[in-house]
């Protein structure tokens, strides 16, 4: 990533840096919302949030309600989420108006239609919570076509910010890894609250590097997979992997060569947890973490034995904390 601007261009609000977003928020228009658009951003700012997406169910009509909310602390992404028969997924970065056809299912060849059409609007597309446990929510189309998987969805049906249908998402994404790794490509991961009821916004977020607060630079954050997901603004990771004198950062790639890897993680704000470190070999080392919520942690390796390296930080009831998306070596 670039040093900060001087001057940001034109639309971008901030320079270059970290930005907490949540990318799945409904208001009253959506069914089991209870918030409006305006309270919504103000929970968002006491949260931490620098930015979000309004994702109504297969509507665009609060899009100019949502719009007038954004100011220079908070970005409003605009988008909506495509409630089909047999799956949700996220339209993030829509023009103002439109909206994505949602009445099909995954017999009926309309999907990747559907993802274009996004694509060409300049938009992002989420698989939304793969594994959840209701009618038409568990996600049945392939991710072929997909930006980003959404692994870690929020706690509006459960009253827990980590559920099984989370656990089940985070395993499936991460046996894709090594495969499209391989292959010159991967699906990053990201989270969101799925906020319908007050208290629940950015549990969890997405932590994006951008070159500035601007929808066009957090959609390129995002798809780049140079995010890690919080639980909440009180969480913080540092994450870097260095070998030979370089070194590179999340959803970044480091020419390691022959030379040891070494991956060093700061991690505050989750007291008594546990870390682990994941490749393509699973969770190849964990360490539990001190009672000050602040640790540092390094574990090395080669590329030889590791195609990619990513971090879980678990509290001490088990729930995810911290997760990365994976810094790949080569």
């Not at 977003?21 to 103000?42: N, R």
């Amino acid at each position: 990533m670039a040093e900060p601007d001087s001057a940001p261009p034109s639309g971008t609000r901030r320079g270059s840096g970290w930005y907490r977003g949540d990318c799945h928020v409904h208001s009253t228009v959506s069914s089991g919302g209870e918030l409006t658009p305006g309270q919504l951003v103000a929970d968002g700012r006491a949260a931490g949030l620098d930015f979000l997406a309004a994702t109504e169910h297969n509507t665009s009509g609060t899009h100019d309600v949502w719009s007038r909310q954004a100011d220079d602390d908070l970005l409003v992404i605009l988008g909506q989420e495509v409630v089909t028969r047999t799956g949700h997924w996220l339209a993030v970065g829509l023009p103002p108006g439109h909206v994505v056809d949602w009445r099909y299912g995954v017999g009926d060849e309309a999907i990747d239609r559907r993802l274009d059409e996004v694509h060409r609007a300049g938009g992002l597309c989420v698989a939304a919570h793969p594994h959840a446990p209701y009618p038409s929510g568990t996600f049945m189309y392939p991710y072929q076509g997909f930006d980003v998987v959404e692994v870690w969805n929020g706690p509006w049906s459960s009253h827990v910010p980590w559920q099984a249908d989370n656990e089940a998402a985070l395993a499936e994404w991460g046996r894709s890894l090594a495969a499209g790794i391989g292959h010159g490509g991967w699906r990053p991961a990201m989270g969101n609250s799925d906020t319908h009821l007050k208290g629940q916004i950015g549990v969890p977020h997405t932590v994006v590097a951008a070159e500035g607060l601007s929808a066009e630079h957090i959609l390129a954050g995002v798809r780049a997979g140079r995010t890690w997901i919080a639980g909440s603004a009180a969480v913080e990771l540092e994450f870097t992997v260095s070998a030979g004198g370089r070194s590179a950062g999340i959803g970044d790639r480091l020419e390691a060569g022959a030379a040891p890897v070494v991956a060093r993680v700061h991690i505050r704000g989750v007291p008594s947890g546990t870390a682990s470190f994941h490749t393509e070999r699973g969770k190849v080392h964990q360490e539990s973490l001190t009672r000050t919520g602040a640790d540092v942690l390094e574990w090395r390796t080669s590329a030889a034995d590791a195609s990619f390296v990513r971090i879980e930080v678990r509290r001490p009831d088990g729930h995810m904390a911290v997760l990365s998306n994976p810094i790949i070596l080569m």
